[in-house]
């Protein structure tokens, strides 16, 4: 009886002292991000670049271009980090825009060889023109720019529902 008595206060005593040991825990870093939450948003789909995962939203934006009217829409593409409302990119890429009825930015993205693609098709008056953005998560997850394009577009060719390039009138 004794001998149980010993055993059953050295077992207590040994879990009582391994209870009160620090455990080193394995921590998870993320990104310290920022909330560019709109009122309306629409989540599309998950992307992964380079084992990071990303989601994508478009944001119904209520605050219109200068050139705009209230009916005219504009929307853009939101890259966010999984399950987050932050934002991993910090510069807007319009999907789709339109003044007075007319598209005037239409854009679309895709994932190439660990980088994301982002396509801006510009439409106005003055000039028509593609930019293309191509971005590499780093080593916190946020994309990064690492080259940038800019195309001309001959908008005589687009149909009637973009807006085409005016033609200067001889003097």
Not at 76 to 85: E, L, P, V
Request: glycine fraction near 4%; hydrophobic fraction near 35%.
């Amino acid at each position: 009886m004794k001998n149980i008595f010993i055993l059953l206060v050295l077992f207590l005593s040994v879990t009582a002292i391994h209870s009160q040991q620090n455990k080193i825990k394995k921590t998870i870093i993320k990104p310290a991000v920022s909330n560019t939450a709109s009122i309306q948003k629409k989540r599309i789909e998950t992307i992964k670049i380079k084992g990071n995962l990303y989601d994508v939203y478009w944001v119904y934006e209520k605050k219109l271009m200068s050139e705009q009217t209230p009916q005219d829409t504009l929307i853009w593409y939101d890259f966010t980090f999984k399950n987050t409302k932050g934002s991993a990119y910090y510069k807007e890429s319009q999907k789709y825009a339109t003044i007075k009825g007319k598209i005037a930015r239409e854009g679309f993205y895709k994932v190439k060889n660990d980088t994301l693609v982002v396509t801006v098709n510009y439409y106005d008056p003055y000039h028509g023109g593609r930019l293309i953005d191509y971005y590499v998560p780093d080593k916190k997850g946020y994309l990064r720019e690492v080259k940038s394009e800019m195309k001309a577009i001959d908008t005589d060719t687009v149909s009637d529902r973009y807006i085409k390039t005016e033609r200067m009138k001889a003097p």
